[in-house]
């Protein structure tokens, strides 16, 4: 288990914690139109495509889908809720990122995550642990998929 429980503080894995090849999934968050709407008014993205039901029914899904970015930032959330990322000292980026399906009001998501590489850091208190991330659908379909890079604590 990655996450445990001190002093009623969730307290995140270490660098030392994470194991290549380990895996975790992240509990269930159904995504509807309200979520969408919601991110619309953060991001100022009203596209048609995901804010008008007409419209939806023209473009090639048939129907309105949610924004990727909105999709990726509740995965954020999915994954933040797991401890996983109670010590980390930076979120260093994203690499090789890819939309590969849509996801339609009313989908549940989950984030399947793998511990694909770490990297020594020349700062003896941290280190880089790369992270392979699908957020998949309640199909098990993959809609989205990358790796995460993030900057962790050493237990120094």
Same mark, same amino acid.
């Given at each position: 288990? =990655? %996450?445990?429980? +001190? &002093?009623?503080?969730? +307290? #995140?894995?270490?660098? @030392?914690?994470? *194991? !290549? #090849? @380990?895996e975790m999934i992240t509990e269930g968050r159904t995504i509807d139109r309200s979520?969408?709407? &919601?991110? %619309?008014?953060?991001? #100022?993205?009203f %596209?048609?495509?995901? $804010?008008d039901a007409e419209y939806g029914k023209k473009i090639i899904f048939g129907e309105n889908v949610a924004h990727g970015l909105c999709v990726m930032a509740i995965a954020s959330g999915n994954i933040v809720r797991t401890g996983l990322l109670n010590n980390v000292m930076v979120f260093y #980026?994203?690499? @090789? =990122?890819?939309?590969t399906k849509p996801l339609f009001f009313g989908d549940t998501i989950r984030v399947r995550i793998k511990v694909h590489?770490?990297? *020594?850091?020349?700062?003896?208190?941290?280190?880089?642990? *790369? !992270?392979? $991330? @699908?957020?998949? &659908?309640q199909k098990e379909e993959v809609l989205q998929k990358g790796i =995460?890079?993030?900057?962790v604590r050493r237990k120094v």
């Amino acid at each position: 288990m =990655w %996450a445990s429980i +001190v &002093n009623s503080y969730v +307290v #995140g894995p270490y660098f @030392e914690d994470f *194991e !290549l #090849g @380990e895996e975790m999934i992240t509990e269930g968050r159904t995504i509807d139109r309200s979520d969408v709407v &919601n991110f %619309a008014g953060i991001s #100022g993205d009203f %596209a048609p495509m995901h $804010m008008d039901a007409e419209y939806g029914k023209k473009i090639i899904f048939g129907e309105n889908v949610a924004h990727g970015l909105c999709v990726m930032a509740i995965a954020s959330g999915n994954i933040v809720r797991t401890g996983l990322l109670n010590n980390v000292m930076v979120f260093y #980026g994203i690499k @090789e =990122w890819q939309f590969t399906k849509p996801l339609f009001f009313g989908d549940t998501i989950r984030v399947r995550i793998k511990v694909h590489h770490k990297i *020594e850091h020349d700062k003896k208190d941290r280190g880089i642990v *790369e !992270l392979f $991330m @699908e957020v998949i &659908n309640q199909k098990e379909e993959v809609l989205q998929k990358g790796i =995460w890079r993030i900057l962790v604590r050493r237990k120094v």
